[in-house]
């Protein structure tokens, strides 16, 4: 069994600080890069990409809504045209820096009300799949169970990599439970020994305690949540732990 660790970061912006990213890095296998519209500037992109690099961790976009005030997390109503470009613009942003450390980028993966919207609308799906073929058709886009990402993806012909939360909700459809900030974490072990079921089991208990299947491919970790550089920690000991590989999709 394996499983990749991803991690949202790179999501400083200026002199307001999110996470600390470099004590989370060595515990994952991919990071998802913040490109400006929510959070992270150019100096933080570059810093990101370079401990990235130190690290051996893939790379990955993690495009947004213009929406620096709301850190991405508040709905906007836009086009397939205007998502589109967003996408194309951010990964680009990023891309450039990735040249200058020799890095390909592996994934992308939305932020936010973004991402959260293109799970469920099949026409802010299809903008984001079609402007991420256009760039490089092997990028991986990242995509909850059962969702329009996961099925246009697959009928589109772009690899998916099914995500799966350690500091969030699951709710029935498979989904997650979507904050405007990071909860604090009461106990790392209960949140790792649920993360080790994901793998081993593909079982999660939702928030109005069902217990469903779930695939994950992937399993993410959100730098701003209070405490994520020991919750990482705790999670990839945990698996380690229970003989689960933890490396990138790429390998």
Do not use: W
């Not at 370079?50 to 947004?64: C, D, F, M, R, T």
């Not at 909860?183 to 081993?200: F, G, H, P, Q």
């Not at 959100?222 to 999709?249: C, M, R, W, Y």
């Amino acid at each position: 069994m394996k499983v990749d660790l991803n991690c949202d970061m790179g999501e400083s912006f200026g002199v307001f600080e999110v996470g600390n990213d470099e004590e989370i890095m060595p515990y994952i296998t991919s990071a998802n890069i913040a490109c400006g519209f929510h959070g992270g500037d150019p100096v933080v992109i570059r810093r990101s990409v370079e401990l990235a690099k130190k690290y051996n961790v893939q790379i990955g976009a993690h495009p947004s809504f213009p929406d620096l005030m709301g850190f991405g997390r508040r709905f906007m109503n836009c086009t397939p045209s205007e998502i589109k470009n967003y996408i194309i613009y951010q990964l680009g942003a990023l891309r450039e820096f990735a040249k200058i450390f020799d890095i390909k980028i592996q994934h992308c993966k939305p932020h936010g009300a973004l991402y959260m919207h293109a799970m469920e609308d099949e026409q802010t799906a299809r903008a984001i799949l079609e402007a991420i073929a256009e760039i490089e058709e092997e990028i991986i886009v990242f995509a909850l169970n059962h969702s329009a990402v996961e099925y246009l993806g697959n009928k589109m012909g772009i690899p998916i990599a099914l995500e799966a939360y350690a500091d969030r909700e699951h709710t029935k459809s498979g989904s997650i439970v979507l904050t405007r900030r990071g909860e604090k974490v009461s106990n790392y072990n209960a949140l790792a020994d649920r993360v080790v079921r994901m793998i081993k089991e593909q079982k999660v208990i939702t928030n109005t305690g069902e217990d469903i299947d779930i695939k994950a491919d992937t399993i993410c970790i959100h730098s701003d949540t209070p405490g994520a550089s020991l919750l990482t920690k705790t999670i990839f000991n945990s698996l380690v732990e229970n003989n689960i590989k933890v490396e990138s999709l790429k390998l």
